[in-house]
């Protein structure tokens, strides 16, 4: 069975025998797989959506509008009036009859939805029934593997399980997060150097144990289970 299954319910009864009181007590009984989330880590099932949809993992989408259609006249004006200072200029406005005001939020946030939907809609090769499909960002979920070509964006946060490169050896920019344009160097696990095929890339089961998501761009802490049998740490930290 694969994901979270189901677990026997454990408890006690009370019975009595010619006078003599008894007590049974069942045990917890678990069938299949059952691993529950530790406090501060998180599990994720790799190339496995059923095992992760039970997780309930946040989707890949994002959104950096702050107003939508039923939201924007009430946080506009609340946003516009919660100076006071600006009750002046609400009767100057009401005198002056010019709607200049929320006109300018709302149109910067139409060009960010613009900017967001180019986003999401930014296609990734992932691997579906060994083969890669072309998927928008948006439709990406926790414990996908992809193909990431040269000069691509990431469309997550990735680890690396093989490269084009003998030495399983990639190189990235990061100067969308730290503004730095050098080159840096990141290397898989040699123990999954095998799995760049979509051939192969569809046998590969694994759990990846780690860390819950914070804002360090420099260390992640975790662990790789490959196939029941292969344990690695995948503590590191960047520079």
């Known amino acids: 069975m694969n994901g979270w299954d189901r677990v026997r319910a454990s408890g006690s009864r009370l019975s009595q025998n010619n006078g003599e009181t008894t007590r049974t007590v069942s045990r917890t009984v678990t069938l299949g797989r059952v691993q529950p989330q530790a406090p501060g880590h998180r599990t994720i099932y790799c190339n496995d959506r059923e095992a992760n949809h039970h997780l309930r993992f946040k989707g890949n989408s994002i959104a ?24 002046y200029f609400l009767m100057i406005s009401i005198l002056s009859t010019t709607p200049m005001s929320p006109v300018n939020p709302a149109w910067e946030d ?30 990406l979920q926790v414990g996908d593997i992809v193909r990431v070509k040269q000069d691509d964006f990431f469309p997550a946060d990735l680890l690396l399980l093989a490269s084009a490169n003998a030495d399983g050896v990639c190189y990235i920019e990061t100067a969308n997060l730290d503004g730095e344009t050098n080159l840096k160097i990141r290397k898989a696990l040699e123990k999954t150097w095998d799995y760049l095929t979509p051939e192969k890339a569809s046998e590969f089961k694994g759990e990846v144990q780690c860390e819950q998501p914070n804002n360090s761009l420099y260390t992640f802490t975790g662990n790789l289970i490959v196939q029941n049998k292969c344990y690695l740490s995948i503590q590191t930290k960047f520079y």
């Not at 939201?71 to 009750?87: D, I, Y």
């Not at 939805?113 to 948006?138: C, E, H, S, Y």
Request: hydrophobic share 40%; glycine share 4%; net charge positive.
């Open 64 to 87: 950096t509008t702050k107003y939508n259609v039923l939201t924007f006249l009430p946080k506009g004006l609340f946003e516009q009036f919660r100076r006071v200072a600006n009750c």
């Open 110 to 139: 139409w060009k960010r939805f613009q900017n967001d939907m180019a986003i999401n809609n930014t296609l990734i090769d992932v691997l579906q029934d060994q083969r890669w499909a072309g998927l928008p960002w948006k439709k």
